[in-house]
């Protein structure tokens, strides 16, 4: 959705009757992109951003040209078999019911949060009918009022884009959350920082690598919004003093490598710093999943995979071992 911001800007701008598309409710595909929207104009026929690797763009297109004067909202269901997502390079088949909402009836401030990079989230109340929509931004820093903007609250929390659908008496209520990217914070330089670094590009996230706890205070408390720490140093004139500063901040992830004993040594540190036994509790160290890593490489993994579970409030296990649906 956030690289859609400047498109969408320049639409309303230019007065093209565009449109915002999102899935409400799906089912089937395999992995896809949570953050997945579409910017559609039927008038010339263009279509930007991405959504199930465009295989209902010109279904969603057409739905667009169709639209009847004064509506709304526009809830469409499609549905792609094998042979199709096959030539779509989609993992598997799937069906969703897709929201057809025109640009102007969603608020400005929506993109212009999303273009500083700020986390926010988007509620969208739907009549019975499907046919009449109302979009309100909820910021992270607000106060929930009702439990749509909780469940906002919630996914923004998570620090992962993600979309849920609510339904009650008076229709269905989307909830779609944009929450900051994360932003590692690495303590410490050499070989595994760099790895670290690359695999955090890799996901999307921002890093930066630091050498000295007054400079990594400076950096947490400017981006505690999307801040994690992953400590490498084992300098105690370094290590100590910023994981109790990530601590003291809340930050959402704060882990650390290094031996047990090490460990032992930071916990200790951590104590005499005035940390409690909840704030020990979130460090995580030694740092990363039991993946079995053993090169540098697997290890940036390992730590990355953590971080990600971690952000994401997930109990950290194999997949085999879960019988729930796949995420």
Same mark, same amino acid.
């Given at each position: 959705?956030?690289?859609?911001?400047?498109?969408?800007?320049?639409?309303?701008?230019?007065?093209?009757?565009?449109?915002?598309? =999102?899935? /409400?409710?799906?089912? *089937?595909?395999?992995?896809?992109?949570? @953050? +997945?929207? #579409? !910017?559609?104009?039927? &008038?010339? %026929?263009?279509?930007?951003?991405?959504?199930?690797?465009?295989?209902?763009?010109?279904?969603?297109?057409?739905?667009?040209?169709?639209?009847?004067?004064?509506?709304?909202?526009?809830?469409?269901?499609?549905?792609?078999?094998?042979?199709?997502?096959?030539?779509?390079?989609?993992?598997?088949?799937?069906?969703?019911?897709?929201?057809?909402?025109?640009?102007?009836?969603?608020?400005?401030?929506?993109?212009?949060?999303?273009?500083?990079?700020?986390?926010?989230?988007?509620?969208?109340?739907?009549?019975?009918?499907?046919?009449?929509?109302?979009?309100?931004?909820? =910021?992270? /820093?607000?106060?929930? *009022?009702?439990?749509?903007?909780?469940? @906002? +609250?919630? #996914? !923004?929390?998570?620090? &992962?884009? %993600?979309?849920?659908?609510?339904?009650?008496?008076?229709?269905?209520?989307?909830?779609?959350?944009?929450?900051?990217?994360?932003?590692?914070?690495?303590?410490?330089?050499?070989?595994?920082?760099?790895?670290?670094?690359?695999?955090?590009?890799?996901?999307?996230?921002?890093?930066?690598?630091?050498?000295?706890?007054?400079?990594?205070?400076?950096?947490?408390?400017?981006?505690?919004?999307?801040?994690?720490?992953?400590?490498?140093?084992?300098?105690?004139?370094?290590?100590?003093?910023?994981?109790?500063?990530?601590?003291?901040?809340?930050?959402?992830?704060?882990?650390?490598?290094?031996?047990?004993?090490?460990?032992?040594?930071?916990?200790?540190?951590?104590?005499?710093?005035?940390?409690?036994?909840?704030?020990?509790?979130?460090?995580?160290?030694?740092?990363?999943?039991?993946?079995?890593?053993?090169?540098?490489?697997?290890?940036?993994?390992?730590?990355?995979?953590?971080?990600?579970?971690?952000?994401?409030?997930?109990?950290?296990?194999?997949?085999?071992?879960?019988?729930?649906?796949?995420?």
């Amino acid at each position: 959705m956030r690289e859609l911001v400047e498109t969408a800007r320049q639409w309303v701008a230019e007065g093209r009757v565009g449109f915002l598309a =999102r899935p /409400v409710a799906e089912q *089937g595909f395999g992995p896809r992109d949570p @953050a +997945g929207a #579409l !910017l559609l104009d039927a &008038r010339v %026929g263009a279509c930007e951003g991405d959504l199930y690797r465009g295989v209902f763009d010109a279904e969603l297109l057409a739905e667009a040209g169709a639209w009847e004067p004064g509506a709304t909202a526009r809830v469409c269901e499609v549905s792609v078999g094998a042979d199709g997502a096959a030539e779509a390079r989609l993992t598997c088949g799937g069906r969703a019911e897709i929201l057809l909402q025109p640009l102007a009836s969603v608020p400005a401030q929506w993109w212009e949060l999303l273009g500083e990079g700020v986390g926010v989230a988007l509620v969208t109340r739907l009549n019975e009918r499907a046919d009449r929509a109302v979009s309100e931004v909820v =910021r992270a /820093v607000d106060a929930p *009022g009702n439990d749509a903007e909780r469940r @906002a +609250g919630e #996914l !923004l929390a998570t620090r &992962r884009p %993600g979309r849920d659908a609510l339904y009650g008496d008076s229709g269905l209520v989307l909830v779609e959350a944009y929450p900051s990217a994360p932003y590692v914070l690495i303590g410490g330089g050499g070989e595994l920082a760099d790895l670290i670094a690359a695999q955090v590009r890799l996901l999307g996230w921002t890093s930066a690598t630091v050498a000295d706890a007054g400079e990594a205070e400076e950096l947490l408390e400017a981006r505690r919004d999307a801040a994690c720490l992953v400590m490498l140093s084992h300098d105690p004139e370094f290590d100590v003093p910023t994981l109790r500063t990530a601590l003291a901040l809340g930050i959402p992830y704060v882990g650390a490598l290094g031996s047990r004993k090490t460990t032992a040594r930071r916990r200790e540190g951590l104590i005499a710093a005035g940390a409690g036994e909840a704030e020990l509790a979130r460090v995580h160290g030694p740092i990363g999943l039991d993946l079995g890593a053993r090169t540098p490489a697997e290890t940036a993994l390992a730590i990355c995979a953590e971080v990600l579970a971690v952000l994401g409030g997930y109990e950290m296990r194999a997949l085999r071992d879960s019988d729930g649906p796949l995420r």
